[in-house]
């Protein structure tokens, strides 16, 4: 793990970056220095107002890299200009961490479209006495929905999202009912019940940041305002959630209600649903704040929808599939959040995805802004690239990433990569924000 350089040095190592006589590309070899004779000025050809300024720019980039260390790469492509203004060892496949992200919510974005929902359903088996009573069980049928839980958690969580309160009104607005005469059932059948991930042996752990399950209240949080232990099961805990609600609502239920969890029986009728917010919203509350609860659960959904099973690995069997049909990518994926050590994705990988998304808003809209939003709120305040970059952060134990698009002072927009391995995140920030920064201040 590299050690941040002293402040002395890492001032020498830019002012090289500056004077054109010292610097070198990162292979060795030297960059001309300007001519300092008049003869040897009358033999030389003026550059370019641009080409001096992408050689300017590659100097700069080319010192942050060295301070990076030789286990990283980044790539740089103007989309407006289609010109390559930096590449490093861009071509070798790095630990994307938080980056796979990218890969998840692009699939999502693509497969499902921006304005589609995941439904939380309520369905029963018997019928509607006149009375309003419901004779016969009703199914709460999870639809892989990440926000569904309390209006309390969702509005401090999220500002908004799918809650059991909404979802009780509905059904209460579409049959009349006013008591139940029958068991209240939690059906997690959308989803496999795997709990955690590869990168946690599939385990529950809090590095998901959250319960994985196609029936998820509150992400499957204990006690969701004073805690984060996880509830021992997913579906049983909100059927009981269903119960408690119901009844808060004036829907009377037997003094001793039979709750617990199976899958829906065939020819369930549906009663009501609640709606996630759109995909387009899903998935900014997945990058902007790089959340690993929301990415594992939308690859799920991937499966289940496309991959023939809810699981991970159908899910990125689906990922996959998408990204190479659509772009001609191959990585390496294992997981939706990107905490696992065997992915592997490359800086050119990651800018190819960037371009052939570049004009999608909803996936634009997804990245935290520099000094203003999500991962990157408190990264390059009060610089050019405040405002003008957005990002994708990705953060393991000696990794750290950035990825995304910088509006530069001429107008273009750049899109970016910088895949740094071997390195502690907390000195691999810095570079990275002077990189994001020497994109936003160039005019090429």
Same mark, same amino acid.
């Given at each position: ?10 001032? &020498? ?67 407006? @200009? ?37 439904? @939380? ?56 009912? @006013? ?70 609502? !004036? ?43 929301? &990415? ?17 690995? &159908? !899910? ?129």
């Amino acid at each position: 793990m590299r050690k941040p350089l002293a402040a002395a040095a890492l001032a &020498a190592a830019l002012l090289a970056a500056t004077t054109p006589a010292a610097a070198t590309t990162r292979a060795g070899a030297a960059i001309p220095a300007a001519a300092t004779t008049p003869a040897a000025a009358a033999r030389t050809p003026r550059p370019t107002r641009a080409g001096a300024a992408q050689t300017l720019l590659q100097r700069r980039l080319d010192v942050q890299m060295g301070l990076a260390g030789r286990a990283s790469g980044a790539y740089v492509l103007d989309l407006t @200009t289609r010109q390559v203004l930096f590449a490093d060892a861009a071509s070798v496949p790095r630990l994307p961490a938080s980056i796979e992200k990218l890969y998840t919510t692009s699939t999502a974005l693509l497969r499902f479209g921006p304005n589609a929902r995941l439904a @939380t359903t309520v369905l029963g088996v018997g019928g509607l006495g006149a009375d309003g009573t419901w004779n016969g069980n009703l199914y709460l049928r999870g639809g892989g929905d990440p926000t569904f839980g309390s209006a309390a958690y969702d509005r401090r969580a999220y500002g908004g999202g799918a809650t059991m309160q909404a979802l009780v009104a509905t059904l209460r607005h579409a049959t009349g009912i @006013t008591a139940v005469n029958g068991a209240i059932v939690g059906d997690e059948s959308f989803l496999d019940s795997v709990r955690g991930t590869p990168a946690t042996h599939d385990l529950a752990d809090t590095e998901v940041e959250g319960q994985l399950s196609g029936l998820v209240y509150d992400r499957g949080l204990a006690d969701p305002m004073n805690g984060s232990a996880y509830q021992a099961r997913p579906a049983l805990f909100a059927a009981r959630a269903f119960a408690a609600a119901l009844k808060a609502a !004036g829907v009377a239920l037997p003094s001793r209600p039979r709750i617990y969890a199976a899958a829906t029986p065939p020819g369930a009728l549906a009663l009501g649903s609640v709606r996630s917010p759109r995909i387009a919203t899903l998935i900014r509350w997945t990058n902007a704040p790089s959340d690993n609860f929301f &990415a594992e659960t939308l690859l799920k959904d991937l499966g289940a929808r496309y991959g023939g099973a809810g699981s991970t690995a &159908a !899910g990125v069997a689906v990922v996959k599939a998408q990204v190479a049909a659509g772009f001609g990518l191959h990585p390496a994926l294992n997981d939706g959040s990107g905490l696992s050590y065997a992915d592997h994705t490359s800086p050119l990988q990651v800018v190819t995805l960037l371009d052939k998304l570049s004009q999608d808003p909803a996936f634009v809209d997804s990245l935290a802004v520099a000094g203003q939003s999500g991962t990157l709120q408190d990264e390059m305040k009060g610089t050019v690239a405040q405002g003008r970059c957005r990002g994708k952060t990705g953060t393991l134990r000696a990794v750290s990433n950035l990825a995304g698009y910088c509006r530069s002072a001429n107008g273009d927009t750049l899109a970016y990569a910088f895949l740094m391995n071997g390195i502690d995140p907390y000195y691999a920030h810095p570079i990275q924000d002077t990189m994001a920064e020497e994109l936003a201040a160039y005019d090429g």
